[in-house]
């Protein structure tokens, strides 16, 4: 297993669109074992794998707290078939490519998502609380699309320049 480097917006690989995942073989399990010991890593509560570079329907999650047995979850070409609509949450989301910012997001408070799992049999799943705020957001990335993006372009912009700025101080460090 290997900790793979994340990209950091505004890299523009993270504003493509994914592709699905056809092959579940040994390349794609160790793709998602580095993803699982990247995101630990970070530490992140979920990953998508575009993050890393690689542009697959692809994305893992774990919501264990801290002290609680790892809780460790594949999604493979996810898609929601159902949202509440209306029933909104809003939660302060953060991004492991937007490093160190955060900013709240409303968004369906309950879905139900359709996906394979690691050996390409299918499921589906309601999800709610963090569960779905993090689930959107992980297969917002695989339609190129971060947190920032549901915030106004003010907003945006300055949260990314935030980003710029302490990633040129970090360059300049060595
Ligand atoms: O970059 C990512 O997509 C991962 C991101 C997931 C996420 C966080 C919050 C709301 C929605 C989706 C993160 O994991 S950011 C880091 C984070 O939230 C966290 C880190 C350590 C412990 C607890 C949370
Ligand atoms: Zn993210």
């Not at 040994?26 to 530490?43: G, K, N, S």
């Not at 509560?45 to 707290?65: E, F, H, K, T």
């Not at 394979?116 to 339609?143: F, N, P, R, V, W």
């Amino acid at each position: 297993m290997a900790i793979r480097p994340i990209l950091i917006a505004p890299d523009p690989r993270l504003k493509q669109k994914s592709t699905p995942v056809t092959v579940f073989d040994a390349e794609l399990q160790r793709l998602i074992d580095d993803m699982f010991e990247t995101m630990y890593d970070a530490p992140g509560i979920g990953l998508a794998a575009i993050q890393v570079g690689v542009p697959a329907r692809l994305l893992v999650i774990d919501l264990a707290r801290e002290g609680e047995e790892k809780a460790p979850r594949v999604f493979i070409n996810p898609e929601i078939v159902w949202t509440s609509a209306d029933d909104l949450s809003t939660y302060e989301e953060g991004c492991l490519s937007v490093p160190e910012q955060y900013a709240e997001v409303e968004r369906p408070a309950r879905v139900r998502v359709r996906f394979l799992d690691a050996k390409g049999e299918s499921h589906e799943e309601e999800m709610d609380g963090l569960a779905a705020t993090c689930i959107q957001h992980e297969m917002d990335h695989l339609e190129g699309v971060l947190f920032v993006d549901h915030l106004s372009l003010a907003r945006r912009s300055l949260l990314l320049r935030k980003v710029a700025k302490a990633q040129k101080l970090a360059r300049a460090k060595g």
